[in-house]
C-alpha cells in the first residue's frame, strides 16, 4: 500500500460546479498536510496547508478527518482555470523535512 | 525578490553520462530540497541540505549526490544515467531545515535521457 494514495482521475466537472477530492494517508502519525496544484510540465506550487479544523480560502476548502485518515479539498464555482493536477502532501512524524506525495488528481474543467 | 531559480531548464543526455543540476534558493533562506517528479508521479524525495550539511537522503542509489555551497546555492550530481533518470528534477528551499510550511519550488529542470 501507499503511503500516500490519491484517484487519479480524471474528473472531468461543468464550468460552474463544485468538485472535491480526497487523499489517504497511511501513517497515522502524519503532522503536516498540503495541497498543491501542478499544471502540465510545470512545477508544483502550494494551493493550501491543511489545518486540524479545516481551512478555507476562497472558492476552496481543505478538511482534514484523522480517524479516518484523508484529506480533502472541495473547489466551489469551478473556472476553467482551475483545469490542473491536484496533489497533496504528507509530512510524516519522523521526518521534518521530507514531504510525502500522491500521484495527483487530474481535473478538467468544462465550458 | 527572485523566487527559486534553476538551472538548465531542459537537458538530453546519453545513457552514461554524468549530469550536473544547478539550483539557487530564495535570498535568505538556508534549506535546499531536491525531488525527482516522473511523469504521472509525485515528487520523489531525494536529498535535503541545511546550511551546507546533509540532513536527509532519500530511496536513490548513490550514482545520486549532492552538495550545497556557502552562499547556499546547491547541485545535484548524477552519474551513470540510465533511461529511467528522465524526470522533472525540482528543487526547493525553506528558510529553516522543517517543512511544516509547506515548499517553494523552482521551476525545475527537466531531464531526458536517451
Known amino acids: 500500500r501507499k503511503e500516500v494514495e490519491q484517484d487519479p482521475g480524471p474528473f472531468n466537472v461543468p464550468e460552474g460546479a463544485t468538485v472535491a477530492f480526497n487523499c489517504t494517508y497511511s501513517?497515522?502519525?502524519?503532522?503536516?498536510f498540503f495541497w498543491y496544484r501542478q499544471d502540465c510540465r510545470k512545477e508544483p506550487k502550494l494551493l493550501m496547508s491543511v489545518y486540524s479544523s479545516g481551512n478555507e480560502d476562497g472558492r476552496f476548502t481543505a478538511q482534514l478527518n484523522r480517524a479516518s485518515q484523508y484529506i480533502s479539498l472541495l473547489i466551489r464555482d469551478s473556472k476553467l482555470s482551475d483545469s490542473a493536477t491536484y496533489l497533496c502532501a504528507v509530512k510524516g512524524q519522523d521526518s521534518n523535512y521530507q514531504l510525502i506525495w500522491g500521484a495527483g488528481t487530474k481535473l478538467i474543467i468544462k465550458p | 525578490d527572485a523566487g527559486v531559480t534553476q538551472s538548465p531548464t531542459h537537458l538530453i543526455k546519453t545513457r552514461g553520462q554524468q549530469v550536473t543540476l544547478r539550483c539557487s534558493p530564495i535570498s535568505g533562506h538556508k534549506s535546499v530540497s531536491w525531488y525527482q517528479q516522473v511523469l504521472g508521479q509525485g515528487p520523489q524525495f531525494i536529498f535535503q541540505?541545511?546550511?551546507?550539511?546533509?540532513?536527509g537522503r532519500g530511496n536513490f542509489p548513490d550514482r545520486f549526490s549532492a552538495r550545497q555551497f556557502p552562499n547556499y546555492s546547491s547541485e545535484l550530481n548524477v552519474n551513470a544515467l540510465l533511461l529511467g533518470d528522465s524526470a522533472l528534477y525540482l528543487c526547493a528551499s525553506s528558510l529553516r531545515d522543517r517543512v511544516d510550511y509547506g515548499y517553494t519550488f523552482g521551476s525545475g529542470t527537466r531531464l531526458t535521457v536517451v
Open positions: 541540505y541545511y546550511e551546507k550539511e546533509e540532513r
Open positions: 501513517n497515522s502519525a502524519s503532522q503536516s
